[in-house]
């Protein structure tokens, strides 16, 4: 009996380890070897997306059906809202994602986010400072420059992903104190 527990346990340990390194950001990607506008946004892009990563890590029911007040989201609700802003996001390049409410589970809907947030970033790290110029984002039937995609939705993730980070510290389960958001690492 105490071995197949044991058993067991090292298996759940194994597949949380393997879900965890098939998602992007589990770890900061090496900085770029040039500055330029496409490396600073997808640096801005990685950021968001390790933050993310640590912020919805170990996010259990309770923690995402938490809310501070009646007329706030949950925490699930503002999962959601970050997906649909990560296809705004890629939309950007072309990119179609399935729309929120589709997913059946919290994992799938955070893999999506993180991929979405992966693929944005690898594809504008190679945009030269003209591609960028030239790169327009269509909302509410404008074309819009790029900047408004960084005061917009690349922004409102980041605060965003901030809520989820206080409303799981509200629910009882704060954020990982070995995740060093500045530097990029997690602390043994």
């Known amino acids: 009996m105490k071995t197949r527990l044991i058993g067991i346990m090292m298996f759940a340990s194994l597949a949380v380890m393997a879900q965890r390194d098939s998602l992007p950001y589990a770890t900061f990607p090496p900085a770029p070897d040039h500055y330029s506008a496409g490396t600073a946004v997808s640096r801005l ?4 997306g390790f933050r993310y990563y640590w ?21 699930q609700e503002t999962l959601e809202h970050i997906y649909a802003l990560s296809t705004m996001i890629i939309a950007v390049f072309g ?6 409410g589709q997913y059946k589970t919290f994992e799938e ?6 991929e979405n947030f992966k693929k944005a970033s690898t594809q504008i790290a190679g945009y030269s400072d003209s591609d960028m110029e030239n790169l327009k984002i269509s909302f509410g039937g404008k074309n819009l420059p790029f900047w408004n995609m960084i005061n917009g939705p690349i922004s409102d993730c980041l605060w965003h992903v901030g809520q989820v980070v206080s409303f799981r510290r509200s629910s009882g389960n704060p954020f990982s104190n070995k995740v060093e958001v500045f530097l990029g690492i997690i602390m043994n």
């Open 109 to 114: 809907l955070r893999k999506a986010t993180l």
């Open 45 to 48: 892009l990685d950021g968001l």
């Open 95 to 100: 990119g179609n994602q399935i729309p929120p």
């Open 55 to 75: 912020a919805t890590e170990g996010l259990r029911p309770i923690d995402l059906t938490f809310k501070p007040s009646p007329e706030a989201r949950t925490s």
